[in-house]
């Protein structure tokens, strides 16, 4: 789809909608990505309760990336009952999602140096509920499938993969750390606040489907961790830069000062102008690591830009996994690395 090059042929702002459309799933997390990159480009910080707001979309993004993942994964394998139950918390999540954003998939809720707007009182109490609630819900997925006999034989010892053919592929996320290899990118390179919290980093033994499975699920009850404690310690204040050229003013002011609506004006149809230089920024989004590298020569787009999607990388493994397999055991293995082709094929 080209959507590298369409980058360079996009300011900077109007590039933001396109990182919905990568990992599709956890859109939130993308958004956030790719505003940090450009942010460094920029040598711009947002405000500390910015930040926390970005925790709190980044994993609300990966427990519901996760539950759709969860339940395809054991529909996959026969598992039908499995996919009701994710599938009903995903619609509580997607709930939260689109009264946040005012869109359940394509969200477009991060800009370059802050958010779209601040989050409301009211939203965060529904926040509160859906994390004091997961982790029950979460008991409920591994009492389905943890010592399921059929999940058992479909999972274990299936599509293993050692750390280091898993390095030399160059996979990330869950399906890396399942291996035994501990790497994440919010503990190797923090941001966003990130070494703030307390948190672990689940990690497998054997790098099967089966370790891959309850790597994910650990995943899901960190995060509703970093939730509380996100929830618990946000900061009053702006989450938006206080910069005219890079920022879009507040609406209020657009429509009583001519000043503003001209500041509007010319980032909504012109952009704003980054500094010569290049940049390579990451996040751990739900499915490894997700990597912006743009090269910018000054102006409003830049001159190159390309990403390192963790899909792309996981995906590469996969002729390895399946060697001296059953044929049946190759959807297993796909489904195990949740790919998104969204952000395959870009």
């Known amino acids: 789809r080209g959507m590298e090059k369409i980058a360079e042929n996009r300011s900077y702002l109007q590039f933001i909608p396109y990182t919905d459309r990568m990992d599709y799933l956890s859109p939130l997390a993308a958004n956030v990505g790719f505003a940090l990159a450009v942010e460094e480009l920029l040598g711009v910080k947002v405000p500390p309760r910015c930040e926390v707001v970005r925790v709190l979309c980044c994993e609300l993004a990966r427990i519901g990336s996760h539950q759709l993942w969860l339940g395809t994964h054991a529909l996959d394998l026969g598992a039908g009952t499995v996919f009701f139950h994710t599938f009903r918390d995903r619609e509580w999540h997607y709930d939260l999602v689109e009264d946040l954003t005012g869109a359940r998939l394509t969200t477009s809720f991060a800009r370059v140096g802050g958010m779209m707007h601040d989050v409301e009182q009211d939203w965060l109490g529904r926040l509160r509920e859906f994390v004091d609630a997961m982790p029950g819900r979460i008991d409920e997925y591994e009492a389905l499938l943890t010592k399921n006999t059929i999940w058992l034989g479909r999972t274990q010892e299936v599509g293993a993969i050692s750390p280091e053919d898993a390095v030399s592929y160059g996979m990330t996320g869950p399906t890396l750390r ?113 990597g912006f590298y743009i090269v910018s020569t000054g102006g409003y787009s830049p001159y190159r830009l390309r990403i390192r999607s963790p899909s792309f990388h996981n995906l590469s493994a996969l002729p390895q996994m399946v060697e001296g397999g059953l044929l049946a055991d190759v959807i297993a293995n796909i489904a195990s690395l949740d790919p998104v082709m969204g952000e395959v094929d870009r």
């Open 178 to 290: 399942a291996t035994g290899f501990e790497y994440d990118v919010r503990k190797a390179r923090p941001y966003s606040g990130y070494e703030n919290y307390d948190f672990e980093i689940p990690v497998g033994s054997t790098g099967d489907i089966y370790d891959r499975y309850l790597v994910r699920l650990e995943e899901m009850r960190q995060s509703c961790r970093i939730l509380d404690q996100a929830l618990r310690n946000l900061p009053d204040g702006p989450v938006n830069i206080d910069d005219p050229k890079i920022f879009l003013p507040p609406k209020k002011r657009v429509l009583t000062s001519m000043e503003e609506l001209i500041h509007q004006f010319m980032i909504v149809t012109e952009g704003f102008e980054c500094p010569a230089g290049e940049v390579y920024h990451s996040t751990e989004v739900p499915k490894g690591e997700l």
